[in-house]
């Protein structure tokens, strides 16, 4: 059995990874294999089994919670670089890139070690900003009754069916919501340190089959810097992780290639680097913001698109005003942990 030793200070994450964990940058390599992993996690104080920790690999939509034992289990439907991901109230949060493969048989087995939250270094709280509509017709349910367990915060949905909790302590919570008429939903959900979760529960009136629930973790980092907000708004264009993956672009400049924006293409800057320009005029370049830093001469090629979280295209009169330029903007928002 293998450990993973993680402590995390202010700002920063350090995971140890040993014998058949490791990470897949020098993995060679290998025919897709399905296989399982399981596992125990414990307190890296005294060794004592953490029941209720979530141990899950978000893009396999794979997620357990530990049993009294500390146990869990995993099913993997083919060796390759995984996030994986072990959070338990009262303890900090491990979130690693690590490679599995099968060595034989048996599952995979590791032992993940998590480092007590000291008060002096606290995790960021969660938030969930849940909504609430009816099974059948999908109208908002308001008045419902909503609360976390096991903290034992409350909330309303308002007449949109909306409901705001925050300070949510990162682990497993079980939300339960009870309204007149409808039956009452209990579900479990993994909240995140530092993280909004967007949620929409659905409630029966009856006893019928329940729709699943529909769940998007926000970037902390997108929602500070007003992402999300101006994507409501319907002004400029949006492209967020999954939008520019699904373009499967090999460099930047292929998203709008792919995606065009109306008045917009690429073309070249003064300086001959790979540039957006606008159709307004002749030699009007869109100037470039990289995490709100403007950037004279930045060739987007040369900024790989897997570090990019998020993208925003603005001409004419809708450019934000603390973006000012007339021809237009291009901003890219950087991946951050």
Do not use: K
């Amino acid at each position: 059995m293998m450990g993973i030793q993680s402590s995390i200070s202010r700002g920063s994450l350090a995971v140890a990874l040993m014998a058949l964990l490791a990470l897949g940058a020098a993995a060679a390599p290998v025919a897709a294999q399905e296989f399982q992993m399981t596992g125990n996690v414990a307190s890296a104080t005294n060794a004592t089994p953490l029941q209720y920790a979530v141990v899950g690999i978000p893009e396999l939509s794979q997620w357990d919670l530990t049993d009294e034992a500390g146990a869990f289990a995993l099913d993997i439907p083919a060796p390759g670089t995984y996030r994986l991901i072990v959070l338990r109230r009262g303890f900090y949060l491990v979130d690693a890139a690590v490679y599995l493969e099968p060595t034989g048989a048996e599952p995979i087995q590791i032992l993940a070690e998590l480092e007590e939250e000291q008060p002096d270094n606290p995790l960021a709280p969660g938030r969930i900003i849940g909504t609430v509509v009816d099974q059948e017709n999908g109208r908002p349910v308001g008045q419902a009754e909503v609360r976390v367990e096991p903290t034992g915060q409350t909330a309303t949905t308002n007449n949109r069916g909306v409901f705001d909790i925050e300070n949510i302590s990162g682990g497993a919570i079980l939300v339960e919501i009870e309204r007149v008429g409808y039956q009452t939903r209990v579900d479990t959900l993994a909240s995140f340190p530092g993280v909004s979760l967007t949620v929409q529960f659905s409630m029966a009136p009856e006893a019928i089959a329940l729709d699943p629930m529909v769940v998007s973790v926000r970037s902390q980092h997108l929602e500070s810097v007003g992402f999300y907000r101006r994507q409501q708004q319907g002004l400029g264009s949006h492209w967020d992780r999954a939008a520019i993956e699904a373009l499967n672009p090999v460099q930047l400049s292929d998203v709008f290639r792919r995606r065009p924006v109306a008045g917009v293409r690429v073309g070249r800057g003064e300086w001959g680097e790979v540039a957006l320009t606008s159709s307004r005029g002749r030699g009007c370049q869109l100037s470039t913001w990289l995490d709100e830093m403007r950037m004279p001469g930045f060739d987007i090629d040369t900024y790989p698109w897997e570090a990019v979280a998020a993208m925003e295209v603005y001409v004419g009169s809708q450019v934000p005003a603390r973006f000012p330029d007339s021809c237009g903007i291009l901003l890219i928002w950087s991946a951050r942990n």
